[in-house]
């Protein structure tokens, strides 16, 4: 099971390595600066059928519904995720991916989220190219596309970028994939506005329930 934080680095992204104790101004500055350069959107219906996908999404994962228990993920979770992914094609072929000036910040960040959790290996990494594009002119999120970026390297058996993706373990717990460059993880982070590393071990631990390691786990290729 790999656990990619899901919506986490949605709300919760970080602006620079140094200054842990204020990462949270720092992050809303950058994600107002977005909005501010993109506006709100201006495809209402195309913003509303992308936030109803968001729920799906999460209800499907146990994200929001759950007490103090175990998350529940659905068990038909594949056939939705599927689902999703097809629904999102047709959003992206008939507009283009949904940037932050047609949709909203939130409704971007949501299909990221659908492109993050798709089963469509071949359609996500082709997709990279325009998303880092896009990013790069500041046209969408780079926190929500990280997510994306760590889960194909990681698919490939290679190490992630931004560690942002985590493995289930035997005993319950959690533990991170490896990284290419441990010792500038918070740096890495920060360029593309995620918290810092601790912080965000703590956001999965409080979202999934559970334990998480300290143990660095090798990817192993898929698909192969």
């Keep these: 099971m790999m656990v990619p934080g899901t919506g986490v680095a949605a709300g919760l992204q970080a602006a620079s390595p140094a200054a842990n104790t204020d990462w949270k101004a720092q992050i809303e500055a950058r994600r107002q600066a977005l909005i501010a350069k993109n506006g709100p959107g201006t495809d209402v219906a195309e913003r509303d059928e992308l936030l109803k996908m968001r729920g799906e999404d999460q209800r499907a994962r146990g994200i929001g519904t759950q007490g103090k228990g175990a998350v529940q993920i659905a068990t038909n979770l594949t056939a939705i995720d599927n689902a999703l992914t097809e629904e999102l094609k047709v959003l992206v072929k008939a507009k283009g991916w949904p940037t932050i000036s047609q949709v909203g910040i939130e409704a971007s960040n949501a299909a990221m989220l659908i492109l993050t ?12 190219p325009e998303l880092e594009n896009l990013a790069d002119e500041k046209k969408i999120d780079p926190s929500a596309l ?11 058996g290679k190490l992630q970028r931004y560690g942002t993706q985590f493995k289930q373990m035997a005993d319950g717990s959690i533990a991170m994939y490896s990284v290419e460059d441990p010792g500038g993880l918070d740096r890495e982070r920060a360029e593309v506005m995620l918290p810092p590393i601790d912080v965000y071990k703590g956001m999965l631990a ?16 898929q698909g192969k």
């Design 146 to 156: 990280a997510l994306v970026i760590d889960k194909e390297l990681v698919y490939e």
């Design 117 to 128: 959790h798709t089963r469509d290996h071949a359609w996500q990494v082709g997709m990279l």
């Design 206 to 221: 409080g979202m999934y329930h559970l334990k998480v390691s300290n143990k660095i786990v090798m990817a192993v290729a």
